[in-house]
């Protein structure tokens, strides 16, 4: 993605927006208004999950650099929008009352999907690291 030397891009700048905000924050929304997701109306939890899963792949999708890094994104994300979105409504589906732990909820439903991305990330990166020819 990027080190301490080159900042983010604004590509990567966007796709991070778009994980945060369609995945954790619109889970969010849909729990806070009962069911309604904000410019649509009512929706299933399985229209939701769809919706959050597409977003968070699109986010992860524009912040990789090269087209497996991309697929890879596509990937993870979608597992990570998936997973924060399904854990969500399994703990807080209906209950109104949570308290500042729902944001642990959403890290643990995203974490499988985020861990496989690394892996497959670090996996690639050693793989392109053995196939390079010895520099002099």
């Known amino acids: 993605m990027s080190d301490d030397k080159t900042p983010l891009t604004l590509r990567q700048k966007i796709g991070v927006g778009l994980f945060v905000v369609l995945g954790p924050i ?5 729990w806070r208004n009962n069911g309604d997701l904000p410019f649509i109306g009512s929706v299933s939890v399985w229209t939701l999950v769809a919706v959050a899963a597409a977003g968070c792949a699109l986010g992860l999708w524009l912040t990789g650099q090269t087209p497996g890094n991309r697929l890879i994104g596509l ?5 990570a929008g998936a997973g924060s979105a399904v854990a969500f ?3 807080y589906g209906g209950v109104n009352r949570a308290g500042s732990e729902r944001w642990l909820i959403h890290l643990l439903g995203m974490a499988p999907g985020l861990l496989i991305g690394f892996g497959l990330l670090r996996w690639t990166e050693r793989k392109s690291k053995e196939a390079a020819p010895p520099t002099p």
């Open 89 to 91: 409504q399994l703990c």
């Open 26 to 30: 619109l889970t969010e929304q849909y």
């Open 75 to 79: 990937l993870s994300g979608a597992l």
